[in-house]
């Protein structure tokens, strides 16, 4: 990547959309608006995303991950080939995460010719601004958790492995369209040991020629989250996996564990989750700064990376820009005063 300045800033993924963009997806889907006009929004869409990125003075942006219509992941499944939906068993009272639909492979499950439509995110980005790209991607972990291996499958490992090899294919495909820095998310569900996290990290990002970066994700579906928030699950076998940089979440948790994440990450990078897209309270560039400087008593600052503790999607635009803005000025004032503005 370009030269950045010590303790660069990025985002996890997602950027928090204006009210626009929900009145015209639903008017999308009462058939108000056709594909064309959807299409439009889309890039409208993206453009105010990477301006905010800009504006706000993050050091590498995204497009905002606003192309996917349903949220992190669940856009995919409208496009994965030979699965079906289950149905859900609770409908009805408060949302969780027991009412996200399932699915069944009915065949090998396989994507469209262009595949997942992240290089076509990713080149739109790319032409429309001058700033350092980071793409995203879900891991196989994640595809795969809520697809039931029917007949075809003989269970969900064969389940995410088919997924690394989809997952692996897009990677290339960055990679061949200009995509030096990719990440892959995935849940720390509790139930998936470390090694088998690093296994599969390995598998969907083998012979992927760019900087690499693995966030473990506790959820964050409508802000709330999914999973018991601790690391200490993963690590230190995650770190089989080939990862540059760790992308964990500290600012919703007091950063707890930061003390064993050095130990852990004695010769990684960290991007260190310091403003929290769950709350509302508005951090000020000090809270930043002060949080910056309790992981550097941890870290080497040419270790550490500033993001969100994870994607804003679930976010007000207005709360997603006051607090990236915060992060950028927390990083400048860090930066300032460890002398090395």
């Known amino acids: ?39 439009e929004m889309l890039d409208d869409a993206a453009d105010t995303a990477i301006r905010d990125m800009t504006r706000a003075g993050v050091d ?41 639909t399932r699915y069944e492979a009915i065949g090998k499950i396989d994507v469209p010719e262009g595949g997942l439509g992240i290089v076509d995110e990713f080149k ?26 029917g007949t075809q499958y003989k269970g969900v490992v064969d389940v995410a ?30 139930n998936v040991s470390g090694e088998e996290m690093a296994r599969m990290f390995n598998l969907a990002t083998e012979g992927v020629n760019a900087k690499l970066a693995f966030h473990i994700c506790f959820g964050n579906r409508f802000g709330r989250g999914r999973f018991q928030r601790t690391y200490a699950n993963y690590f230190p076998a995650v770190l089989e996996a080939r990862a540059d940089q760790f992308v964990l979440e500290f600012a919703s948790r007091e950063l707890s564990e930061i003390e064993k994440t050095g130990e852990w990450l004695h010769d990684r990078e960290l991007g260190a989750g310091l403003v929290d897209v769950k709350s509302f309270y508005p951090e000020t560039p000090e809270d930043v700064a002060n949080r910056v400087h309790r992981v550097l008593k941890h870290f080497k600052p040419e270790q550490v990376w500033l993001n969100p503790d994870c994607g804003f999607g679930w976010s007000p635009r207005y709360m997603c820009n006051q607090k990236l803005t915060a992060l950028a000025a927390g990083a400048r004032l860090a930066r300032e005063q460890l002398g090395r503005g």
Not at 17 to 23: H, N, R, V, Y
Not at 134 to 143: I, N, Y
Not at 165 to 179: H, P
């Open 1 to 39: 990547m370009r030269d950045l300045p010590i303790l660069p800033t990025t985002v996890v993924g997602s950027h928090g959309k204006a009210s626009w963009w929900f009145a015209a997806v639903q008017a999308h889907e009462r058939g108000d608006w056709g594909p064309g006009d959807l299409d």
């Open 124 to 149: 739109y980005g790319r032409r429309n601004t001058d700033k350092p790209l980071k793409a995203t991607c879900a891991g196989p972990l994640t595809f795969g958790s809520r697809i039931h291996p």
């Open 60 to 100: 590498v942006i995204t497009d905002g991950e606003v192309r996917r219509l349903d949220g992190y992941v669940d856009s995919y499944y409208t496009v994965i080939k030979n699965i079906r939906p289950l149905e859900v068993r609770r409908k009805a009272g408060p949302w969780g995460y027991d009412q996200q």
């Open 161 to 190: 492995e088919r997924f690394c090899e989809v997952i692996n294919a897009e990677l290339k495909a960055l990679v061949a369209a200009g995509a030096d820095f990719i990440q892959l998310d995935e849940p720390a569900r509790g």
